[in-house]
């Protein structure tokens, strides 16, 4: 997962503010082959958060893989990538997912 945004656009659905500029830089990639057929776009931030998760969690399997980290020790990171691929595909409750928003924004006050 490439974790740095190679150009930031500025925009604004109300006035209209560079909406060109966006439209132009989706064709270029486009056009220029720089996005591929088997490339993903994530383009809502809890999910993008929620893959990155998921990817830390199975390097820790890589590399207790390598080491020889025991079957059980595995399992609980396997799990945790599972989880947060889970908050994707909808496996994860509202419960779940209300509590982290509530757990993360200050709603109210």
Same mark, same amino acid.
């Given at each position: 997962i490439n974790t740095t945004i190679a150009d930031v656009l500025l925009l604004s659905a109300k006035t209209g503010? #560079?909406? $060109?500029?966006?439209t132009n830089s989706l064709l270029n990639l486009?056009?220029?082959?720089?996005?591929?057929?088997n490339e993903t776009i994530v383009t809502n931030t809890?999910?993008?958060d929620a893959l990155l998760k998921a990817f830390e969690e199975i390097q820790k399997v890589k590399y #207790?893989? $390598?080491?020889g980290l025991s079957g059980d020790l595995l399992a609980i990171d396997i799990r945790q990538a599972?989880?947060?691929f889970g908050e994707i595909t909808?496996?994860?409750t509202n419960d779940d997912l209300l509590g982290n928003i509530f757990a993360n924004f200050c709603?109210?006050?």
């Open positions: 503010f #560079g909406v $060109e500029q966006l486009i056009n220029t082959g720089a996005l591929r057929n809890r999910h993008y #207790g893989l $390598e080491t599972l989880y947060h909808g496996e994860i709603i109210g006050k």
